[in-house]
């Protein structure tokens, strides 16, 4: 999430300077408007700036210290632009197979999964394509000197440049979740070719005696329209009832097996008199679930340091001498890599929860057998 700040620091220090340039020459009540926004930007600032400076530092040294002492080199170029061809493909490839309204709770761009190593046939043909229909376009719209296109098209490249570097600055394991805003470039591409060939339509449609062809030309647009509005309507429908559905029940019933898992999970805090510690990981979404039950229900909960930012900072560490357990999540398909060193407490649906005495990050190298001589 982190790795294209450098770069969007630069556009918005660019476009700061566009504006000041652009308001010099503005009228009294049009500077008005400009410092306006300069109040805005410095209010929605200030908490960020004034985190800075508690005990516990904020986001803005944590940012810098990330860039000045990498973990790890970065990604290599090759699989960065693999990577860009892969996630541009998502959306037209949902498109094509109209899935968009079917699409689970988690859908698969949004999977805390590793990235796929290789393109799909389906993915390759599509990333073609469309390089295909940029290159047209671009010639069209310079030809045409179509200004409004070629802002559109230089920028989607602008665009697919930044979002390569970014990609080759994620530390750690490139899941899918982290690369799907990468789809912006190629959207921006997309409405850059539409623009170029809507151009292209309007002159030819200048040239035409449009009187001789309204009489027959009408009915057969108004056709067309009213089927693209309907079609329009029927999936919009569909995905806000689906959306709607999904928001109304809640995970409890949108996770098949969350809540008698949770009805264990309970169970066995009480039994055993201990406060849970709640874990992210591949099934965080099934951990924020359990997290905002307890809340609900009024049972004391605890949050590591490192995953607060995820579960909220209002929660503490252990109290010395308070008895904790660890849990963790696992939702099919998101498998829970150290579950061979926890301690499986509950199994319902797809959702399966572990207990650890301690925070597990990996599971412990065993130790090496000693042998008689």
């Known amino acids: 999430h982190l790795s294209c700040v ?17 308001a010099r020459g503005a009228p009294r009540e049009g500077r008005r408007a400009y410092l306006a926004a300069l109040a805005v930007l410095v209010l929605t600032s200030l908490p960020a700036l004034v985190e800075e400076l508690l005990p516990r530092g904020g986001n803005l040294s944590k940012i810098v210290k990330l860039f ?10 090759g699989d960065a632009v693999l ?27 949004m999977w805390s999964a590793p990235f796929p190593p290789d393109l799909a046939r ?36 602008v665009g697919a440049l930044v979002t390569i570097i970014a990609l080759r600055g994620i530390v750690g394991e490139p899941f899918r979740y982290l690369l799907f805003w990468g789809t912006t470039a190629s959207t921006v591409a997309l409405l850059g070719v539409v623009s170029t060939f809507a151009s292209v339509g309007a002159g030819f449609a200048a040239t035409l005696d ?5 009489s027959r030309a009408t009915p057969i647009a108004a056709g067309i329209g009213a089927l693209a509005i ?11 009832s689906a959306a709607v559905t999904l928001r109304g029940v809640g995970y409890l019933a949108a996770i098949p097996g969350i809540e008698p898992a949770y009805r264990e999970l309970v169970t066995r805090l009480d039994r055993d008199n201990v406060v849970p510690v709640i874990h992210g990981g591949p099934g965080w979404h099934v951990g924020t679930a359990l997290q905002l039950e307890l809340v609900k229900d009024g049972r ?22 308070e008895r904790v357990v660890h849990v963790y999540a696992e939702h099919v398909p998101f498998p ?14 797809d959702v399966t929860l572990y207990f650890a005495p301690e925070e597990r990050l990996v599971c412990p190298t065993p130790s090496a057998a000693v042998t008689a001589p």
């Open 122 to 157: 389906p993915s390759s043909t599509l990333a073609i394509v469309a390089v295909v229909l940029f290159v047209a376009a671009a010639v069209v719209a310079t030809r045409r000197r179509d200004r409004v296109s070629q802002l559109l098209l230089g920028g989607s490249v």
């Open 336 to 349: 829970l890599t150290t579950k061979p060193c926890l301690e499986k407490v509950a199994s319902a649906g």
């Open 6 to 22: 450098p770069y969007v620091v630069v556009i918005v220090l660019l476009t700061a300077l566009a504006v000041v340039l652009r």
């Open 210 to 214: 449009l009187r001789a062809l309204r």
């Open 230 to 240: 309907a079609a329009a309507a029927v999936f919009a429908v569909r995905l806000t």
């Open 300 to 321: 004391p909960l605890r949050i590591v340091p490192g995953e607060r930012w995820l579960f909220g900072r209002q929660f503490s560490d252990p109290a010395p001498g």
């Open 83 to 109: 990577q860009l061809a892969r996630v541009s493909a998502w959306i037209p490839e949902r498109i094509l197979a109209r899935s968009l309204a079917k699409e689970p709770i988690d859908p698969e761009p």
């Open 68 to 77: 000045v002492s990498r973990p790890e080199p970065p990604k290599p170029w």
